[in-house]
């Protein structure tokens, strides 16, 4: 009893290992967000100007009102300042004409720095008359507020990270089936939720969106797959962090960027999010302007979710071979489904898939009842215990993918060890048969 007793960890320490990843999830919601939302500010916004001597005035005021908030760019006229909105080359143009002056917008690159642009122009139009608004690239019809399309990047973003969480307990599936798993799943991802805002106009009739949004689910898929045995246990973390707290803070889909602090607008156009929101904007409400600067990021997120799979994938092929020669220099310890022991004959849908199964005998045949099964990692930490049944069975699921010690002892006969090789999709059998100790190691134990 004193020996379980010192075995138990504290609460902290069960506390911490269990509510971490809540703690992260708290620290992003109300902390990034808040910080990259609570207080929108222009940042270099580029806006064109019509006639050199109307760009000089408007920026002496737009510096005065707002410093470092606008960068502005003369242009020869009002034609070339409504190309400049459609090109993406700028957010907004301003012809100042005396009698009446025109803002060009795109309500398309977000509701905010629209109402942000009209509030730091309507100042500069000539005094006595109105400033006249006009949309260049209006939103759907179903999208009023201009947030329809950033829910649907969630709705592809989340599942595609949450199937990465779901099928790491699916031990049955090999890294091939899981592979082809996610490939199915970010398919129907990408066409259902195309359709389903097609359904409720929320974007326009663009089929081009639906290559962009194949890809972007295969990137937070592949990629964070590629993160699991690098972070481990604590990949969860990594990813939501890396791919959801920051991605939606960065994205310009709730917010533009070029209204939130510097670190967000660095990191809009790396993270896929981002991207992503562009790439579509471009496709759906731009006539294809800015599409191939974000496709070629997210092309390079799918190459490094690529080359994370398959470095691994050769890692373990390379290590299952050496299986033979003893154990590696390092093994791996990725703690994600938890080690469990398990009913060696009743197995459940909805339970843990057994690993490992197996049976203890003595030399005669006979069925060893109550004999202890331990597996530790290769830094000797034990991963779990268990005791054979009636029938001196045994199963164990959750095991990670690396090498592991089994060690079998039983009351009065001789210890087994034994190292083995855990494979994603594989399952093991051992079999192991405990020797009588002899006669004087016995008696000398009773003494």
Sequence with gaps: MADQRAAKPSLIRTLAENLWFCVVLFAGFAVIYLIAFHHPQPHHVPVAVADPAAAAHVRAALDQASPGGFDVRA????????????????????????????LYV????????ETV??????PQAARGTTLTVTDLAPTAPGDA????????????????????????????????????????WDAFLAVAGYFIARSMDVVPDAPAVLAVAFLFCLVISLTSQGLVPIFKQFFPGVAVVLFIILSVASSSGAMPSVLEPAFFRALHPILPMGNLIDAVRGIAYFHGAGVAGPVLVLGAWFA?????????AVWVRRQTATVSAGPPVEDPSLEMPIPTALPPREHHFGELTPMLIGTVRSTTGERVAGANLTVTDGRGRQLVRTRTDA???????????????????????????????????VFRREEFVLAAEPETTAIASRR
């Design 75 to 102: 242009v020869p006229g009002a034609g070339a300042a409504r190309r400049g909105v459609l090109d993406r080359s700028v957010a907004a143009a301003f012809v100042a004409d005396a009698a009446h002056p025109v």
């Design 145 to 184: 507020t201009g947030n329809g399309l950033f829910y649907l990047v969630l709705a592809w973003a989340f599942p595609s990270y949450f199937a990465v969480m779901m099928l790491l307990r699916a031990v049955g599936l090999s890294r091939r089936g899981k592979v082809l798993t996610l490939l199915g």
């Design 117 to 122: 642009l009209t509030q730091a122009f309507t």
């Design 391 to 425: 029938d001196g069975a045994f199963a164990v699921g959750g095991l990670p993918e690396q090498f592991v010690d089994l060690v079998v002892t039983a009351r009065g006969r001789r210890p087994v060890a034994r190292r083995v090789f855990f494979q994603e999709g």
């Design 106 to 113: 795109a309500k398309a690159n977000g509701v905010p720095l």
């Design 304 to 312: 490094l979710g690529t080359a994370l799979n398959t470095g691994h």
